[in-house]
């Protein structure tokens, strides 16, 4: 039998669930909200229709709001317009 993992053991003080991506939200912090998915470079590229290479000078130039986890970076959703 498989053992269950308590999502909230990888939430950090931010509330980004680690693993996941997601962004843990409510009073409690065990309401993962799929819509506040983090979105990878290329993902936002795809909805917003900008290039990945664009993308990348924005957050270089610090002109998109970016979370990075080591060399991974994630867009919320919300800094898109979306």
């Known amino acids: 039998m498989p053992i269950k993992k ?3 053991s990888d939430v950090r ?3 980004i ?3 996941t991506g997601f962004v843990v939200t409510g009073s409690r912090q065990n309401n ?3 819509s506040d998915r983090l979105l990878t470079v290329k993902q936002a590229s795809e909805k917003t229709q900008i290039s990945v290479r664009q993308l990348r000078r924005l957050i270089k130039a610090g ?3 970016v ?3 080591g060399r991974v970076i994630r867009i ?3 800094h898109l317009g979306l």
Do not use: I, T, W
């Open 32 to 34: 993962v909200v799929a």
């Open 67 to 69: 979370k990075r986890f």
């Open 76 to 78: 919320h959703p919300k």
């Open 6 to 8: 308590d999502l909230n």
């Open 13 to 15: 003080q931010d509330g």
């Open 63 to 65: 002109e998109m709001p």
């Open 17 to 19: 669930h680690v693993a």
